[in-house]
């Protein structure tokens, strides 16, 4: 069977289980109908249109309406297949719509991780399932003491699962596993929704460092209330001690891992990033007590800049307020993309959230003075013909001194910075 025969085979199967998606819809909206105001209610359907709207717009226009705010694409198969609205049918395989890639370096088109995969459709299920159910917030974060000369090996959206040998996430394992790193750090993404059986099978084989390995928590996994990733943090990284934030230091750095999305905004589908209060007053407390003379790493899977590293977003002012000033590196996710930002403010901010998932040249980064380097190396994959390298990080620190390697899939050194 060939590739798009075999996915076109997928995606009958998915077709098959919408009526169990519709009766799952059925009593997900019942549940929620008790629990939330009719405004409320009317804003989840209002939100699920201009997601259709947006995903019609850029089918015909290669990009969004103009200066409209992203709307998360999950929700726009949604309205279709789950008859919340009056939308129009979007596309559904390849035959109906040719993968483009919007200047974003998104994918636009049917296939798997793509803005229109059909499978989305369960991970809005499982947000709207679990839109007033959420795992307790662990509040006992590591704090570990490091050797001064450490290799960290990072990764953002890789948990994608289905792995095989030529899979991209299996390939920047293999090679983190390599690199026999002292701690390895996950920004964050199971995809689709963060459900338990996703967190298990995707985050076992996730590669684990000397030391300790820590993941954090993300968007994705907050759309299943975050019940399989505190789960999974018990089970595979055990020295987070329950808790999505935590912090490692030596004489020289004192590196933050921080939730950004289980406090953030749920009638956005946890978006954009957000500290709760108990996370910041910790933050301003471990800087008070660690971060004097220590240069300070942060990692978080939501951006502290947007895609163009011009404009600060609201979790770099509460970051800012928490710290007193700006982190020396920011290492976050979320974005599809290898990203390296010209120092801003004192920061070197670093987008690595291209751990796996597909994604092609981001058009509008070029000749942005702002940006050091983006990945644009073709992955030669012939399934993705449009894909550019997914791809990790590797840090070492050494004493006060940092050298940055950005690693492709291949093993080839994309950017590095010593």
């Not at 694409?73 to 890639?101: D, F, I």
């Not at 296939?111 to 679990?130: F, H, I, M, T, V």
């Amino acid at each position: 069977m060939s590739f798009v025969s075999n996915l076109e085979h997928e995606y009958d199967q998915v077709k098959t289980r919408v009526d169990g998606l519709l009766a799952r819809l059925d009593l997900a909206w019942k549940k929620l109908s008790n629990q939330l105001e009719p405004k409320e209610l009317q804003g989840i359907v209002s939100l699920l249109q201009r997601a259709h709207d947006q995903a019609q717009y850029a089918i015909l226009h290669g990009e969004l309406p103009p200066g409209q705010t992203p709307v998360p694409w999950e929700l726009a198969h949604g309205l279709s297949v789950l008859h919340l609205g009056n939308a129009a049918p979007l596309p559904q395989t390849v035959a109906e719509l040719q993968t483009q890639v919007m200047k974003d370096g998104t994918l636009l088109g049917c296939r798997q991780w793509e803005l229109l995969d059909l499978r989305w459709s369960e991970a809005l299920l499982n947000w709207l399932e679990n839109l007033r159910d959420h795992a307790p917030f662990g509040s006992t974060p590591a704090l570990i003491e490091m050797a001064d000369d450490v290799l960290l090996d990072m990764a953002g959206d890789w948990g994608t699962g289905y792995f095989d040998s030529q899979s991209a996430a299996q390939r920047v394992a293999n090679l983190i596993t390599q690199d026999k790193p002292d701690f390895t750090i996950h920004l964050g993404d199971v995809y689709y929704a963060g459900t338990g059986s996703e967190e298990n099978a995707d985050l076992a084989d996730w590669p684990q460092g000397s030391q300790a390995s820590f993941s954090l928590n993300s968007n994705h996994e907050m759309y299943s209330g975050a019940h399989g990733y505190f789960a999974e943090i018990d089970a595979l990284f055990p020295r987070q001690q329950g808790t999505s934030y935590f912090a490692l230091f030596n004489s020289h750095w004192l590196i933050i891992g921080l939730d950004s999305a289980y406090a953030a905004d749920e009638m956005n589908l946890y978006m954009d990033g957000n500290l709760d209060p108990t996370q910041a007053l910790w933050l301003k407390d471990l800087v008070a007590s660690k971060g004097q003379g220590r240069r300070i790493m942060l990692l978080s899977h939501h951006q502290g800049l947007d895609i163009s590293g011009q404009q600060q977003t609201a979790l770099y002012k509460q970051v800012l307020a928490a710290l007193g000033r700006a982190p020396d590196y920011w290492y976050w996710g979320h974005l599809h993309n290898g990203i390296c930002y010209a120092p801003r403010d004192g920061m070197y901010g670093r987008c690595i959230g291209h751990g796996a998932i597909p994604y092609g040249v981001t058009s509008e980064l070029k000749g942005n003075a702002q940006v050091q380097w983006s990945e644009t190396l073709s992955a030669d994959d012939p399934n993705y013909p449009l894909r550019v390298r997914n791809g990790y990080v590797k840090v070492r620190l050494d004493g006060p001194q940092i050298s940055e390697t950005f690693i492709g899939e291949t093993g080839a050194v994309s950017w590095s910075r010593p």
